[in-house]
């Protein structure tokens, strides 16, 4: 089971369709979603912090949560070392690289402020870079 987190807009559902090979557009995610494999969660969870506790229990759920960036949003949103509050392990996911002036590096480095250690994996939901090898890495882990 594998759980999404990030900001707002961050492209979480639009992954996890990606994930899934399901090419529908993503809505906005407005509660909690348990699918067969997948946790979906709204951005907003990520952005006031009387929403944490709830994403730290339902982590408990998960194998693994992967913390998702946006490429084209670097903006600080999460406070720093967030992703020790989950008692999973957590993979950094920068998302949107295909879009214009998109910059990984500085996503990377949002990803090590909210704590979160190599290696990040670097995806586009829209042309579907870095999805294999996302998916090898879940597969290879058995979540
Ligand atoms: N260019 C580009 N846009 C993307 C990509 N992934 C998502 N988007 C766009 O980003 C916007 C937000 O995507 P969502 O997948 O709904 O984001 P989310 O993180 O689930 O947002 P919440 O449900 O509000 O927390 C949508 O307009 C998507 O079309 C991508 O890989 N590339
Ligand atoms: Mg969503």
Redesign the pocket.
Known sequence: MIMLV??????????IHALKHDCR?????SSICFHDDTI?????YAQMPRFYNALAVTATNADIVLM?QDATDLRITLPPGFAAMFPRPVVGVV?????PGADQEKAKLRLRQAGIKEPFFC????DGTGVAELTAYLTGKEV
Do not use: Q
Request: aromatic fraction near 4%.
């Open positions: 990030g900001p707002v807009g961050a492209g979480k559902t639009s992954l557009k993503a809505a906005k995610t979906d969660t709204p951005g907003e998702v998302t949107k690289i295909d879009a995806v586009s939901a829209y």
